[in-house]
């Protein structure tokens, strides 16, 4: 028993196992429990809500990679979405340089906290809260809280649950994600650049002697954090229009996915694999809890333990008097 | 200066609180006058005990956090319009100690969680954070107000003389102040400083953090009477609201997310900033919609100069952790 314990917890320090099996259970699980949970218009609708998700909980998973927390997410969230929509269609712009202003603002705010947190050893959640704080409010300012335009229509093709790709039967955001998943794997474990990512969270100090460029990878690191919450932002603005309160679910959704998935919050575990995993399993629970009929109070609840229970198969800390 | 505020942590929330006082004095002259302190008190209240209720957990160190904070002074909120007071529970006398234990309780499970089952502390009150707001959805789906004269009135207005908000903010601190005349306290630091090292001294580690994550609790309990007394009505839908700017507070107020240093003052004072930052923006007349980006703003140029006049040398090439 305890050789068999001993092999999984070998396995599972390289790859996602429990969280596969988990996935595979769950499936099976709404399959045999709620009719029409295999059929293919509801595996698609699934896999562009985990898409979204799992989009948003990208740069999450870097932040906390590196050891820091980004609370900024919903707030560029909301500023992507309500740009796109304003300046697309009430300003009239033409999408490439609406997005590529978007891109550029995001980068520059995410960019800022990142170095400030870095510069001046502050605790990321507050320079992060504040920042998210900023952008969102921002937009909204601009626009007087009126919010007249809507995003360009081929947006709400790119997350529809029965668009195509190429004349696959996937929706064109999946394919994205699956590009982004791949894209994030090798740069994450096969490039300098990764390296560097997990050395920095490992042990900062260490990294600095090792002439790795610490405050150049937090700068890069909440850059490309806000990038993604914002394009998530944009995609969104297409799904579901924009809305100033649109980004607060995936604040702590997203914080959730990349911990049912195995990052942890101290630093230099984990990757996006193990995020995409945990996106998969919180929507699968989603539309499970939805499928038995049970509301949104309870849905909190039973997500809440529910997390509890998966977390316990492989999340928890060592025991104190096993660490000295 | 520097020196002045790095040996006492919440000097900077201090400043920026007397700077905004001034300020908030200077344009709306009424805010001074001892008339309106028992309705501003009120208003302070709920964010002063929320930060103060998040402080012991992150002081506790390990990763301590409690994000179930928010959620818990709502959840106190919704049990005594939805359940004390329509069944029978009226008197304050039979539900402070109620509403107080479940605080308490719910606190300590969180330690429990955390210690004993060794979750992570965010990921274990994570969960009794959406756990906690699915209760307040389901017991006070419908919002409801307090029945007329009930006993919180007195402490969101005056009792005999004495600002009633005042109460609820000062028991915390003298529950507090009365701990750091014991062994706990210095338990509870070094625990925070170096968990490894105290439980080499010999400290009960596990112990200790629970009790931390209880006076928590406890605390955010007394923030729920304090919300209960102030808005006088049920408030399910605002259940994640508070957690945010109760981190913000305690972050303000120098409190170190790491543990081991700060202490509730430095967390009370980072909220009365917050909550006057809030004031101000109304008295000159801000519109609404610019409320965050100036809030955001004050937030970050607030912890980026109270950095800068700490920091002696440049920073440490050390990342903030």
């Given at each position: 028993m305890s050789a068999a314990a001993a092999t999984i917890g070998r396995v599972q320090r390289r790859a996602p196992l429990l969280q596969f099996v988990a996935l595979i259970a769950l499936f099976i699980y709404g399959a045999a429990s709620i009719s029409g949970f295999s059929a293919s218009t509801s595996i698609r609708s699934m896999l562009v809500l985990a898409s979204l998700l799992g989009l948003a909980a990208l740069g999450q998973t870097i932040v906390m990679i590196v050891g820091g927390l980004d609370l900024s997410i919903p707030g560029f969230i909301v500023a992507g979405a309500i740009l796109i929509s304003q300046l697309c269609g009430t300003h009239h712009w033409s999408f490439v340089p609406a997005f590529a202003l978007i891109l550029v603002i995001a980068a520059a705010m995410g960019a800022t906290s990142g170095w400030i947190c870095h510069r001046y050893r502050i605790q990321p959640l507050i320079v992060t809260l504040g920042m998210g704080a900023l952008a969102s409010g921002g937009c909204l300012a601009w626009t007087g809280a009126k919010l007249t335009g809507a995003a360009p229509a081929f947006l709400s093709n790119l997350t529809s649950a029965s668009g195509t790709t190429f004349g696959l039967a996937v929706s064109p955001v999946v394919v994205i994600w699956a590009v982004v998943a791949i894209l994030a794997g090798v740069v994450l474990h096969r490039t300098t650049a990764g390296r560097r990512l997990y050395a920095t969270g490992a042990n900062p100090r260490a990294a600095d002697l090792a002439r790795v460029n610490t405050s150049r990878v937090w700068t890069v690191v909440f850059a490309a954090s806000a990038v993604c919450s914002a394009i998530v932002g944009v995609l969104l603005a297409g799904f579901s229009g924009a809305d100033q309160t649109l980004g607060d679910p995936y604040l702590f959704q997203g914080l959730t996915a990349v911990i049912v998935g195995g990052?942890?919050?101290?630093?230099?575990r984990g990757d996006y694999t193990h995020t995409v995993l945990g996106a998969l399993i919180l929507t699968e629970l989603t539309t499970i809890l939805v499928g038995h009929g049970y509301d949104t109070a309870d849905q909190q609840i039973i997500f809440g333990v529910l997390i509890l229970i998966v977390v316990a198969g492989y999340g928890r800390d060592r025991r104190l008097r096993d660490t000295i | 200066m520097r020196e002045l505020l790095r040996s006492r942590p919440f000097g900077f929330a201090l400043l920026l609180s007397l700077a905004l006082l001034a300020a908030n004095v200077i344009a709306e002259p009424s805010f001074g006058k001892p008339d309106n302190w028992p309705q501003e008190l009120a208003s302070f209240a709920p964010l002063a005990i929320v930060a103060m209720a998040s402080t012991p957990s992150i002081l506790s160190g390990g990763g301590g956090i409690d994000l179930s904070v928010g959620p818990l002074v709502i959840f106190c909120n919704v049990l005594l319009i939805h359940k004390f007071f329509p069944h029978g529970l009226e008197s304050g006398w039979a539900a402070v100690p109620l509403i107080l234990l479940i605080g308490a309780a719910v606190g300590a499970i969180n330690g429990v969680l955390v210690t004993k089952l060794r979750y992570q502390p965010v990921i274990a009150t994570l969960c009794t954070f959406f756990i906690l707001i699915g209760l307040n959805l389901k017991f006070g789906a419908s919002p409801r107000p307090a029945p007329a004269?009930?006993?919180t009135t007195h402490l969101g207005d005056k009792v005999w003389f004495f600002p009633g908000a005042l109460i609820t903010i000062l028991v915390p601190a003298l529950v507090w102040l009365v701990l750091s005349r014991t062994a706990y306290h210095r338990q509870l630091y070094a625990v925070g400083g170096n968990q490894s090292t105290a439980f080499s001294a010999g400290v009960d580690v596990t112990a200790t953090r629970i009790v931390a994550y209880a006076l928590g609790g406890l605390f955010a309990a007394i923030g729920g009477i304090a919300l209960t007394a102030l808005v006088q009505s049920s408030q399910a839908a605002s259940s994640a609201q508070y957690t945010l700017i109760a981190l913000a507070g305690v972050a303000l107020g120098g409190t170190v997310l790491g543990g081991g240093r700060g202490g509730l003052l430095g967390s009370a004072l980072g909220a009365f900033a917050i909550y006057l930052m809030q004031t101000l923006l109304s008295a000159v007349n801000v519109?609404?919609?610019w409320n965050s980006v100036v809030y955001g703003g004050m937030l970050v140029a607030g912890v980026v100069v109270g950095a800068w006049l700490m920091t002696q040398r440049p920073a440490l090439r050390r990342a903030a952790a």
């Open positions: 990052t942890t919050i101290m630093g230099a | 004269g009930n006993w519109p609404p919609t």
